[in-house]
């Protein structure tokens, strides 16, 4: 496709894939040394079933997270701001498609790799997220274990999309260190309102991107059983 071509996959894949995190994978994937293989146990119809039913958990979380923490911490008036979280996301100069045309016309292979840029590009900003609310007086246990949750599951996903990828399009994976320009900035420590906010749009972002993933994930089954009948 013109609009997506493959030299730009290939150039933003060798700026943002980090090595392979070999964390525990919830799919029976590994081989008698540890290491990924291509899960010759289960069905590349259920491995997709898995990823996705890991995705839709994910976004759900994200969605019950992103409500506490504005119910605890953001001010009423505030709120109307995450409505324009979307033009800050550290995610917007990825090359992911957006409008709904776009997301038809890209391939499977770009519907997995633009999934696992998004997973990868949120792991350390998620980790960083986890020590930001650790710092608040009254954050609720619940809050906490739901963002190391979504943290622990988002490597998990990642695990299955890149087994997903060597499955489906028998392709290796680009394992490059995670660029030293990080798509989040780590400044000094902010006053607390701006800290507030700056967590808010955080979580604000995730919950669009792990929206996507799930999405981008069940057009991709869809494909796989009604090729021209997928919205």
């Known amino acids: 496709l013109n609009s997506w071509p493959d030299v730009q996959w290939s150039v933003w894949a060798v700026l943002l ?4 995190l ?13 290491s990924l293989s291509r899960c010759p146990s289960i069905t590349q119809e259920k491995l997709l079933d898995r990823v996705i039913q890991h995705a839709e ?20 008036p505030l709120r109307l701001q995450r409505n324009q979280a979307g033009s800050a996301c550290i995610t917007k100069a990825l090359p992911i498609p957006s409008s709904k045309s776009e997301i ?40 906490l274990n739901k963002t190391k949750w979504v943290s622990d599951k988002l490597i998990s996903l990642e695990q299955g999309v890149v ?51 799930e999405t981008f994930l069940k057009l991709l089954k869809c494909r796989q059983t009604d090729k021209y009948n997928c919205a």
């Open 17 to 20: 894939w980090p090595s392979l």
């Open 22 to 34: 070999i964390v525990c994978i919830p799919l029976d994937c590994k081989d008698e040394q540890g």
């Open 57 to 76: 958990l994910i976004y759900r979380v994200s969605e019950e997270s992103c409500t506490l923490f504005e119910e605890m911490f953001v001010p009423f």
């Open 104 to 143: 038809q016309q890209i391939s499977d292979k770009w519907l997995l790799h633009s999934v696992l840029m998004l997973v990868q590009s949120w792991i350390e900003p998620l980790v960083y997220l986890q020590t930001t609310l650790d710092r608040y007086d009254d954050a609720p246990d619940m809050l």
């Open 163 to 213: 087994v997903l990828i060597k499955k489906m399009l028998d392709e290796g994976i680009l394992t490059t260190n995670h660029s030293e320009q990080s798509l989040l900035q780590y400044d000094v420590q902010p006053e607390m309102l701006e800290s507030v906010m700056r967590d808010y749009a955080l979580l604000s972002c995730f919950k669009k991107d792990a929206h996507k993933m």
